[in-house]
């Protein structure tokens, strides 16, 4: 059965990094997008970034311009979001999810395969 596993949260102060991993198993994986997205407590899903199947192209939402980066290894089945700078209102938890398309989707209706999430605290 396919699944995404992620990792890689913890707590961390301001203006520190952490890495996140998320690992797929059971299906195609190099054919698909993948997004990352966040929820934050009392708030809605948002979109934070994706990567195309081939990692040629990438999106941001603009608050993570500059800070995060996202990347795939598809011969290690592994998409990572490299998270720099981090704010206290980046807490959150954070998902990464698959999308059967050739682009990069934001939305998270699009994708039809979730990881389980996890959290990313950032202290002041």
């Known amino acids: 059965q396919a699944q995404l596993v992620e990792s890689g949260g913890g707590l961390v102060q301001a203006g520190g990094s952490l890495r996140l991993s998320c690992v797929a198993s059971?299906?195609?994986?190099?054919?698909?997008?993948v997004g990352w997205f966040r929820q934050a407590q009392g708030k809605e899903r948002e979109f934070v970034a994706a990567?195309?199947?081939?990692?040629?192209?990438?999106d941001y939402v603009d608050f993570v311009k500059g800070r995060f980066t996202i990347s795939r290894d598809n011969n290690k089945r592994t998409v990572y979001l490299q998270m720099n700078s981090l704010k206290p209102e980046d807490t959150a938890v954070y998902y990464c999810?698959?999308?059967?398309?050739?682009?990069?989707?934001?939305?998270?209706?699009?994708?039809?395969?979730w990881g389980q999430g996890t959290q990313v605290t950032v202290s002041a």
């Open positions: 999810a698959a999308a059967p398309s050739l682009y990069v989707p934001s939305r998270p209706h699009e994708y039809n395969l």
């Open positions: 990567i195309n199947w081939s990692g040629g192209t990438t």
């Open positions: 059971g299906r195609a994986f190099a054919n698909y997008a």
